[in-house]
């Protein structure tokens, strides 16, 4: 059984950074596509940023590019959300998914598993 485990959410202040991490458990992460997606309150879930399987293909929201980087470890089965320059609009809960089969491009429709999700609160 798949299972994706995020942590690193908190409480920081407008400008700080946060370093989210997602766990994937039961499956081969290196066939994996991954994505952090997120959803503040009263608004729809969005994509934040994903890669490829292999990791040569990135990709992210536009408000947060060059503020957001993911990255992945396959040898710890982990994938990361580096966030700098937060701002009060990042405040949501953000969530890791996977998708397998070796995929290049995700979205939020097609993703085989989920995390449950952490919490980034940005405020002063």
């Known amino acids: 059984q798949v299972e994706l485990v995020e942590s690193g959410g908190d409480l920081v202040q407008p400008g700080g950074s946060l370093t989210l991490s997602c766990l994937l458990s039961?499956?081969?992460?290196?066939?994996?596509?991954m994505g952090w997606f997120r959803q503040a309150p009263g608004k729809p879930r969005e994509f934040v940023a994903g890669?490829?399987?292999?990791?040569?293909?990135?990709y992210y929201l536009e408000s947060v590019n060059n503020r957001f980087t993911i990255s992945r470890d396959n040898a710890k089965n982990t994938t990361f959300l580096q966030m700098n320059d937060l701002e009060s609009e990042d405040t949501a809960v953000y969530y890791c998914?996977?998708?397998?089969?070796?995929?290049?491009?995700?979205?939020?429709?097609?993703?085989?598993?989920w995390g449950k999700g952490t919490l980034v609160t940005v405020s002063s």
């Open positions: 998914a996977g998708k397998g089969g070796h995929a290049l491009y995700i979205n939020g429709a097609i993703m085989d598993y």
């Open positions: 039961g499956d081969d992460f290196g066939s994996y596509a």
């Open positions: 890669f490829s399987w292999h990791g040569f293909i990135t």
